[in-house]
């Protein structure tokens, strides 16, 4: 019986890369997107062409109650979720002392509580099956803490918490919790930075280039197999030695 997967955040980068990678590696695909359908769906029909099979489902996953109602629809088209990858994510930056409420907010629903919501709308299913596997995506930022980027660095350190601590309360249930930390990866979300400064980033990174989207969701499908079922509430590094 094929294994399905809900991948937030799928309709583009990372969170795309990884749902045809998965899609190709035998898993039903629950494709999450919030605004970008159009792309939403070039995903899944690019996972159904290839002999797989993808559904989109709309939701906004910082709203509990679209979360909800998402992993009932799921439950229809796909049935049970095995792998739970919470992609979903904005950046944005800032000096601090431009970061409005609002922006603060806003990013912490977006990167945080996004992954609370998932979390715990999936658990159940997981725990009551004594099988699961959790993936969130932090930043090296949320490691290391970035300049300009205080709302995101503190999103995505809050992640790695609820990661470890969640790992350990889940493990007797046969879920494992990990956490998959991105170094520079050629995203849309690097769209706001210069050819030098790009160039710049390259030579600091000790492999000599920057990330790619497959770079992590290899990286994600590694975590999702059964040879990782000995590792949980660990941060994996995918950062081309740069942290």
């Excluded at 993808?54 to 996953?61: G, R």
């Excluded at 796909?78 to 944005?92: K, P, R, T, W, Y």
Aim: include cysteine; aromatic fraction near 6%; charge should be negative.
């Amino acid at each position: 019986m094929s294994k399905t997967v809900l991948i937030t955040g799928a309709s583009r980068g990372i969170g795309s890369e990884a749902a045809v990678l998965f899609g190709n590696n035998g898993y039903n695909v629950a494709v999450n997107y919030n605004h970008n359908r159009v792309m939403a769906e070039k995903t899944a029909q690019t996972i159904n062409s290839n002999g797989g099979t993808a559904k989109i489902f709309k939701a906004d996953v910082s709203n509990y109650h679209q979360v909800e109602q998402m992993i009932s629809d799921i439950a229809v088209a796909l049935g049970d979720i095995h792998v739970l990858i919470n992609n979903a994510g904005i950046s944005q930056q800032l000096l601090f002392t431009d970061i409005t409420p609002d922006m603060w907010q806003t990013m912490i629903s977006t990167n945080l509580t996004s992954v609370y919501n998932c979390c715990h709308c999936v658990l159940p299913q997981m725990i009551r099956r004594h099988s699961g596997r959790i993936i969130n995506v932090s930043s090296m930022w949320g490691e290391a803490g970035g300049s300009c980027e205080v709302h995101y660095s503190a999103a995505k350190a809050g992640i790695i918490g609820l990661t470890k601590a969640l790992a350990k309360e889940v493990a007797p249930s046969g879920i494992t919790v990990n956490c998959v930390s991105p170094g520079v990866i050629m995203t849309d979300m690097m769209s706001g930075f210069s050819q030098e400064t790009l160039n710049e980033l390259t030579e600091e990174t000790p492999v000599g280039r920057l990330g790619t989207p497959l770079d992590v969701a290899q990286a994600m499908l590694y975590l999702a197999h059964d040879k990782s079922s000995f590792i949980t509430g660990q941060v994996l590094g995918v950062n081309g030695g740069i942290l």
